[in-house]
């Protein structure tokens, strides 16, 4: 199933995803605000393609390439993980390419995203894990109705200095609110 937006496209991740997918992942300026979690090496369009077999099996989490519409271009990608059936929750991921940052790509796929979590998977709470240092990614989850929860202290480090992360989440009866 495709998921419209009024200018993206969140589709299913292709083999053929595996060279976009290493050139936004090796992006010094993405992997700069993500990469604290978990990149140090860089990493090859072999990774990618067996990252992608891997995670096309999987029912705890999927993934989606965000695509322009009126090009077909891949900008990003969106990812629904940890998805607890019997909680009703799932965690949010997403990364865009920087040349389409600032332009609401993030929100308009985060809130279309969102609103097949809760009308058509059924769930209640979708939650994050941002780096508090993240201001864009931050404006940008707000924007889209989520609140902070709370802090996971010093859980990471980046260049050498211990930081935290923020946790945020969105409601199912609060998304009501953001889409009116
Ligand atoms: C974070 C990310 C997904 C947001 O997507 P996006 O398409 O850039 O987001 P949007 O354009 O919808 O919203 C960004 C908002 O942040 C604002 N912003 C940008 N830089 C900012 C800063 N330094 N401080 C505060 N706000 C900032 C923008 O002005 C915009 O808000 P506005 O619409 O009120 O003007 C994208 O930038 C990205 O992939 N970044 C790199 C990877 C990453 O950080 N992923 C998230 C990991 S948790």
């Known amino acids: 199933m495709l998921i419209h937006t009024r200018r ?32 140090i090496y860089p990493v090859s369009i072999d990774e990618e393609r067996k990252w992608i077999l891997q995670t096309q099996s999987r029912t705890d989490e999927k993934h989606m390439i965000i695509e322009m519409i009126k090009n077909h271009s891949p900008i990003g990608i969106i990812t629904l993980k940890n998805i607890d059936k019997r909680n009703a929750s799932a965690h949010l991921g997403l990364l865009i390419g920087q040349e389409y940052w600032d332009k609401g790509y993030g929100t308009e796929a985060i809130i279309e995203l ?6 058509k998977m059924n769930m209640r709470r979708i939650w994050l894990k941002v780096d508090e ?16 929860e709370g802090v996971l202290r010093q859980d990471h480090i980046k260049d050498g200095e211990w930081k935290s992360s923020l946790i945020m989440s969105i409601l199912r009866h609060e998304f009501e609110r953001v889409k009116i």
């Open 8 to 39: 993206l496209l969140l589709r299913a991740v292709e083999l053929d995803d595996a060279q976009f997918l290493s050139s936004l992942i090796n992006d010094p300026q993405i992997t700069e605000t993500i990469g604290a979690y978990s990149l």
């Open 114 to 119: 969102l609103e097949t979590a809760f009308e």
């Open 133 to 148: 240092e993240n201001a864009r990614a931050i404006r940008c989850y707000e924007k889209c109705g989520f609140v902070f």
